[in-house]
């Protein structure tokens, strides 16, 4: 599979876009907002609130271009758009200023993520290799998270933070270039007037009256709101506990990394009897236990070596979280699954953003990190009994992509 040109060009090119975005955010955002303008744990998290409410709008309206367009042509163009947005970053230089221009990178930036999320079922049918390429195109994305913010780290302490941005909007361009050969096989569709919001409504109506759909999608986005909490506080967690400069925030985050490849790599291996719900359920509790050793120390070392253990289990979570929703969605709702499930994700990574800043000034940056992976612990193990129930009235082997699972009939939301 790995000699399918097309699949390689889309890695190349999630590997490359990735690396400037991980730059971005870990060094360049996240540097700006805590070391170049001080700002406090409300500051952050009003930061990755504007992010997070215009990758909310991005993720919805992206899914509706994909099933209407297909996910090479909404890559190209959102890449495209992006290098200016990207570069307008390097101007923002107060905190207000800052959160305008980190709104419109979200906006502009989420369908280039939604896009390339989509590109599997685009490029095979078969659910094995579905899960490979689901794997590669992770793998590509964790490998950015070694190189994106080792990068930014050089450049942070030789040209600037503002470089950081400059190398987003290279990465952008280099991006769009490579994937404009590819070819994508040709999806059922839907032949009716096209009509965004209601395209939009019957992508959220379709995974909400999936009882199977609708649980991978809650137990995912439940990592979000963990996510989110660290959003808000890890930099600070980097600053007031650990004492280092940001660009330690790079060198750290490259080597965790190094556990989401290798988490990566074992999800694309895993045999079909581990595409799961309860394997999901039990790989979404133990990142508790990856939060609890990274932030239970004011020991850099620690830090490191625990960075590497979470991005592990965050590796194997991806993929498999990622092929489970595929291979239940059909396919001329492909695109708007996808956005549906990063609609989730935002909301979760938005909700603990007005409560962290209060829990620190409570607690403290870093019993608050630990209280988020000990809650996030706790909701995924009362979610076993439901894993089991719906891994008993299915067979082990999952459906080919788009057809329907006789077990899984339309249900209202709330049962």
Do not use: C
């Not at 971005?24 to 998290?45: M, N, P, R, S, Y």
């Amino acid at each position: 599979m790995w000699a399918d040109r097309d699949v390689r060009r889309v890695v190349l090119a999630r590997f490359i876009s990735r690396s400037g975005g991980e730059a971005a955010f870990f060094v360049g955002i996240w540097g700006k907002a805590a070391f170049e303008l001080d700002a406090t744990a409300a500051g952050v998290a009003a930061v990755m609130a504007a992010l997070g409410v215009a990758s909310l709008i991005g993720s919805a309206v992206a899914g509706v271009l994909v099933d209407r367009f297909d996910p090479r042509r909404v890559l190209i163009a959102a890449e495209i758009v992006f290098i200016p947005v990207a570069l307008g970053m390097v101007f923002a230089d107060t905190l207000p200023a800052l959160v305008v221009a980190t709104f419109l990178l979200g906006l502009v930036g989420t369908p280039v993520f939604t896009a390339i999320s989509s590109f599997g079922p685009f490029l095979t049918d078969d659910p094995d290799r579905l899960a490979r390429i689901n794997g590669y195109i992770e793998g590509a994305a964790w490998a950015a998270f070694v190189v994106g913010p080792a990068l930014g780290a050089i450049i942070a302490s030789t040209v600037g933070l503002d470089g950081i941005f400059v190398l987003d909007a290279i990465t952008s361009a280099i991006a769009a270039l490579i994937v404009i050969p590819v070819s994508v096989r040709k999806m059922a569709r839907e032949e009716r007037e096209k009509e965004g919001l209601r395209e939009l409504r019957e992508g959220f109506s379709y995974a909400y009256s999936r009882h199977r759909l609708r649980f991978y999608i809650w137990i995912g986005s439940s990592v979000w709101v963990l996510f989110g909490t660290f959003s808000a506080l890890e930099p600070l967690f980097y600053r007031d506990i650990l004492q280092v400069e940001p660009a330690t925030l790079g060198w750290v985050n490259s080597i965790f990394g190094i556990g989401l490849i290798t988490g990566t790599w074992i999800a694309s291996r895993l045999p079909a009897r581990y595409r799961t719900a309860r394997s999901l359920v039990l790989i979404v509790a133990l990142n508790s236990v990856g939060v609890l050793a990274y932030v239970g120390t004011d020991q850099l070392r620690v830090v490191v070596v625990a960075g590497v253990f979470w991005g592990l289990i965050i590796g194997v979570m991806a993929p498999l979280l990622r092929t489970l929703i595929q291979l239940n969605s059909p396919e001329s709702l492909m695109g708007r699954i996808t956005g549906v499930t990063q609609v989730h994700s935002e909301v979760g990574h938005l909700l603990p953003l007005a409560i962290a800043p209060v829990l620190a000034g409570m607690f403290g940056v870093q019993r608050t990190l630990i209280y988020a992976g000990l809650a996030l612990a706790v909701f995924a193990l009362l979610f076993i009994p439901t894993a089991n129930r719906l891994d008993r009235t299915r067979d082990v082997e999952v459906p080919r992509t788009g057809l329907p699972d006789p077990n899984d009939e339309p249900r209202s939301v709330g049962h």
